[in-house]
């Protein structure tokens, strides 16, 4: 207690008498202490009845009380009646007040401790802190790079990427699973943990990566959507669409951990280290030994990395939500007892015995999800993949991710077999009860029996990977926002195992323990639903089976359409920059397959990033999107229907080769005249052709006419400089008449409106073109049936064919007026007009040649396979998108060969059903759907969805029946600069549609 001055009078002193009286004796007196000093206590005035008590005798005040016997005095033993020394007490409680009463007023003096020896240390006495230990929520005790320590078990992780599936023949894809099965058939003895998880698609990371590799976009134009806004427009759809991407981890849990190593590893902790370096080395051999096992063909797992397995562990605390934005950061792969905390901090679960779902919130952000854990049970036999999908990847067929966690153990060949006999001898022995009660045994336990025989001799004679079993609980965590949108999702996937594989999903009570499943390290919630099947089957389970095609630095185009759904992602010039392939590109599928809308959407997307883009559309509708705001100042439409005279001057179309494009010295200068004799030779050949196309088919299919066109062309310059009015003059100047006569053929054709376009040279700045986007249409030009003869052509689909060619050459030839590391794109649609002829064949190939070279990349789209694969071109094709082909089963096996399928096993009716429509609904189809094949050997089937582009679509149909406000308003006809002035147009008749 400390006195202040409002305790006593005014003047400081104490006021003893306003004190209370049982408490005044232990305050001094008055004088002895200042006011400012705190009080010093004493004993208490004995109340009448209680005697005071008492000091030992001679000891003085101040000096603590020694300890004493039990049969000393205390002060509280007066307060019982009849306690024993009650005299004694009272006397010598009276001797110590006298002695106090009669002490002078002099302080007594202090007993000096004797002085310590030198001999003995001062030891200052050591602290005890009473910590309190970590709340610990998970098994784990520790985790030591790729390994987890619980206190009975040691697990290994790996992880293991994907492997593709779809697409690719069946006897791949048994050695796939015999590969697997080997894997696991060669972890017999250990309990494995298969955990599939996902992990959303980081839509940021993808749009800095197209942003970093989009050197020059086009400049933003006002009223008109950005740079900018057209990335975030593709983030926003990717995050509405939740896509994911799916990961597999395998832990093999290999050493039960002894009472040394426990003891070992409770004493690191003292100094914040884990478990000891000779447990660690004890079990070094093994874990390599599963490492050959797993880094084989098959699974090709690794061990996981700090990253990946600390993202495992948060993914399996929080199953549903959202994964935390920033990791830990370390990359040493160490978590101690109390680090482990922080993957249970921020998750708090709430839960009922019996409810259906579980409820995890976190604390932090608020955020929460209802998660319910079904379980795999009776299952049907399954033929993988003959006739089913792997059954551990099937559910990625539903738009929403899930968590798959299987607990399996393997049993070797001796394990299966005694296995195998334990029951055998059940089913004996229930017979034999049949029989001696004078009953017939069912017929089941016959089958049964039999089929343990079976089993048992391909045991004992055949490989360790026909006899091994494995015996496993397969669980499945569907997540909702709420318990209603749970619920119904799990009872999705429960219909969709039901009626797709046959395999029965049940929703079991205890959710929260089997949700604790899912956690490495965690035991069994219960052995319920057990199911043995062959190691074959666990391996035809395949979670690891991918479904991505594409690449991670292009645009967004759509999504795959087969067992997932996974984004898909394509940049034309991946091939020729990083991959150093062809940069040619086909389009197969017939009319209405939605050729024309990707082509469009493609160079759509080629020209906002800065690629100057031709397209060839002889239809005319691609042309509407130069019209499109932010394409509109940079864009240019040329109608070949409506140039001028000489815009397809053949020999201008083939430009001449430049020096600065080959390497300096003397080999440079021999590659050089090589491209340059090269490029004369394509003129005359191109030149031929097209005089063949000009002249009547009767005419161009005598021999005097192709000698007579070769002498002329021979003694033509084969330079851009040259005209086709060289050759007309230079054959009526010819002494043999019907060199005469094709030379007035040729003039008579030249009167007519479109052939003037072959005729005399090209305009200036025709050919040199700088805009970012051309698009060249033929508007309101018939094109020819091809399987018409072309004696039964009306004169105006005659003049098509050349034009085609030409126009085809003169796309071409726009991309090879820049430099050759600049980035080009062109589209070619119609592109089986040209395989008929030779400068046609000549062209596309060399076209695939210099792709690569000329960082061109070539989009050739086609009704018909044949007219790809007839050029023999197919190993210079990098992408390939297959539409839908149902009438003619030998075009679809021809596009199989396309897309290096196996032919003959089934894919023929995937083709079929691709942009199948719904029979009942009247409504058109808002979606295409194709087939394609990556540069890296990828196939899938996509959907293309470009949607995300305000107004793309609506630019881009091409249907017939559709609103023709905007064809009125936009579709332009003739030559238009890049101001963006058109004039109207009609559009075109073609078997495209």
Known sequence: MTRTRHEGTGDGALDLARLDPDFADYYDAPG???????????????????????????????????????????????????????????????????????APASKPRRRIPPPRRKSEPVRAPRPTFRDKDPVAELAIREIAGHLTFTAQLVTAWYWLPEVRWAFRPDADREALIVAISEQYAGLAGFRLHLRRTSKPFAADEWARGVDHHTARPLPDVAGAPSWGDHLVGAQRHLLSMNHAEGQTYLGISFARRTLGDTFVERLGGLVRRGSGDAERKRWARTVEQFDEVLEAFGMRGRRVTAAELEWLLYRSVALGMSPPRVLSGSARGGWSQGDLLALTEQIERFRSPYGAT??????????????????????????????????????????????????????????????????????????????????????????????????????????????????????????????????????????LYQHELRVSLQHPKGQEELAREFIPGEPLAHTGYLRRMPVKLLAAALPQAASTVGDRRGDLIGRTAGTSRRPVFLDLHFPMEVRERSGLAVFVAEPGGGKSTLLGALGYLAARRGVQVTLLDPSGPLARLCQMPELRPFSRVLNLTGSEQGTLAPYALIPTPHRQHYPAGPAGDQEHAIAVSNARAERRMLVQDICSMLVPPQVAREASTATALRHAVRNVPAEESSTLDDVASWLQASPDSDAQELGNLLLDTAEMPLALLFFGSPPAGTLADQ???????????????????????????????????????????????GTMDSRKLVGLDEAHFMEGWRSGRSFL???????????????????????????DVQNLVSTVFVGRIVDDAEVAAEALRLLRVQVDDGYEAVLAS???????????????????????????????????????LEYLDTTPSRDTTLSRDTTPSRDTTPSGATDPAGAITSAEG
């Not at 004992?460 to 569907?478: C, E, I």
């Open 32 to 102: 002895e202490v200042p006011s400012s000093a705190p009080s010093a206590l004493r004993a208490p005035t004995p109340r009448s009845g209680v005697p005071a008590a008492r000091r030992p005798g001679g000891q003085p005040p101040g000096i603590p009380y020694p300890a004493l016997d039990a049969d000393v005095d205390s002060p509280f033993l007066g307060l019982f009646p009849g306690a024993p020394a009650r005299a004694r007490t009272a006397a010598r409680t009276a001797a110590r007040t006298a002695a106090r009463t009669a």
């Open 358 to 495: 579980i409820r995890l919130v976190n604390r932090l952000t608020g955020e929460e999800r209802h998660v319910a854990v079904l379980t795999v049970g009776r299952m049907e036999p399954l033929d993988i993949p003959e006739r089913h999908e792997p059954w551990l990847h099937f559910h990625e067929r539903l738009p929403w991710p899930m968590e798959i966690s299987s607990r399996v153990d393997v049993l070797g060949p001796g394990d299966s077999f005694r296995n195998l006999e334990h029951r055998l001898r059940m089913i004996r022995s229930q017979q034999l009860d049949y029989a001696d009660h004078g009953m017939d045994a069912p017929p089941e336990l016959e089958r049964l029996a039999q089929r343990a025989l079976v089993l048992g001799d391909e045991m004992t004679t055949g490989l360790p990977v026909d006899s091994s079993r494995v015996h496993g609980w397969h669980r499945l965590a569907v997540s909702g926002v709420s318990r209603e949108e749970c619920l119904e999702r799990a009872r999705r996937v429960i219909q």
């Open 914 to 952: 691709l942009s199948q429509a719904d029979t009942s609904s009247s409504a058109r189809l808002g979606f295409r759907e194709f087939v394609m094949r990556d540069v890296d050997g990828r196939v899938q089937k996509v959907r293309v969805d470009v949607s995300w582009v305000p107004g793309l």
């Open 845 to 871: 190939i060399r076209l695939a040649r210099d792709s690569r070279k000329w960082n061109l990349a070539a989009l050739v789209a086609s009704q018909n396979p044949r007219d790809i694969l007839g050029l």
């Open 771 to 817: 805009a970012v986007l051309t698009v060249i249409t033929m508007a309101g030009l018939r094109l020819p049936d091809l399987k018409i003869e072309r004696e039964y052509w009306s004169a105006e689909e005659q003049l098509a064919l050349p034009m085609l060619h030409t126009a085809q050459r003169l796309a071409v030839r726009r991309c090879y007026g």
